[in-house]
């Protein structure tokens, strides 16, 4: 009897150990599988964003703003420092050029100074749902700013001393307000911007600034619907795609060659996805966030052919970063907190 119960303890190990490792379908027959769990660790309110920059994690913390987390152990996470923001963040990024931790609270974007959390950057009208940052050059800073409600963009453009920026009176300002639609979320490369444009898919805009006088402007180049809402996209590793979180339609793959001309050449829709909310590029693969499923790895080595080989399932997803260093992802879910992933795949 002793023996039997051995065996059946034994047994039991080995199918939990499968189940453990077992994320989703195989990748092209490897018995490998394309998520590993590295660890959960449960945050201090819910984990809605994350910024990582090296071996620094930073995490939209809701209630208790941004916590910031020593990740050079990807196994035993630890909490190293936080800022209360003014309300719960939503939303977080950071400029390692500036030294500014950019946070969307409330609707409004906010930056600070990491060397001693001064606010250094107030602005928004309470309707913002999505922004991105670049700094342009040393002493310049785009900031972009997306108002679904008002169904419009901000782009700003402030001129300072090298790597400083005390105040936020930009000096330049151009809007791209759309005939129509929710715009949800963008994209920055190069000098173009690419909106997911939610029930009108995805726009193109170029903008042109110059470093001395009022010129900077917006120039809208190319429009493309999608079948579903588009909530996100992301850049292919060549620049000529971009990868759609299309809500109830999964993901699109759209060639932007021709900014002009935008064109869908792919789209898969794993099974029971119906909404697609995120999505990040590592190399030629897309991974995507299902609001209530999980994520699920698109491979777009042929972007005429995209197709589903992994996922990762949690209850509450909400933001990822990936870190194509090492192949790192790094996922917020409101239930459990950040869940750190490896992707096995090779790229």
Avoid at 2 to 29: E, Q, Y
Avoid at 221 to 226: F, S, V
Avoid at 235 to 261: E, H, M, P, W
Avoid at 336 to 343: A, E, H, R, S, T
Wanted: with cysteine; glycine share 6%; charged share 15%.
């Amino acid at each position: 009897m002793k023996n039997l119960l051995n065996f059946t303890l034994i047994l039991s190990l080995v199918v939990l150990s499968g189940c453990a490792t077992t994320n989703g379908p195989s990748v092209d027959g490897n018995p490998q599988y394309a998520f590993q769990v590295v660890s959960t660790t449960t945050t201090r309110g819910l984990a809605r964003d994350v910024w990582v920059d090296g071996n620094t994690a930073y995490i939209a913390d809701d209630q208790y703003g941004v916590t910031i987390w020593d990740v050079s152990d990807l196994k035993h996470p630890v909490m190293i420092d936080s800022i209360q923001t003014i309300t719960g963040a939503k939303e977080v990024g950071y400029s390692a050029e500036t030294n500014l931790l950019f946070v969307m609270v409330a609707g409004n974007v906010v930056a600070y100074n990491l060397t001693d959390k001064s606010l250094q950057i107030q602005h928004g009208n309470g309707a913002i749902n999505a922004f991105r940052f670049k700094v342009l050059q040393p002493d310049t800073l785009l900031l972009i700013e997306v108002e679904p409600d008002n169904d419009a963009c901000q782009l700003m453009v402030s001129y300072k001393e090298p790597l400083s920026f005390p105040q936020w009176p930009y000096d330049y300002h151009s809007a791209y307000t759309p005939a129509y639609g929710r715009l949800n979320s963008l994209e920055l490369d190069s000098n173009y911007v690419y909106f997911a444009h939610s029930q009108h898919g995805v726009s193109i805009i170029q903008y042109n600034y110059a470093d001395i006088g009022p010129t900077f402007n917006a120039t809208v180049l190319g429009r493309i619907d999608t079948p579903g809402s588009a909530q996100d996209l992301a850049l292919s590793r060549d620049r000529n795609y971009v990868f759609v979180a299309d809500n109830q339609t999964g993901l699109q793959v759209v060639d932007i060659s021709n900014k002009n001309a935008p064109r869908i050449v792919g789209s898969v829709q794993p099974p029971n996805v119906n909404d697609a909310i995120r999505v990040r590029a590592i190399g030629d693969t897309a991974i995507f966030v299902e609001q209530y499923r999980g994520i699920y790895a698109i491979n777009c080595d042929v972007p005429t052919s995209p197709h589903y080989f992994g996922t990762f399932a949690c209850n509450d997803p909400q933001g990822i970063f990936i870190r194509e260093s090492d192949k790192t992802i790094f996922l917020t879910d409101l239930d459990q907190g950040l869940i750190i992933l490896k992707f096995r795949v090779n790229l």
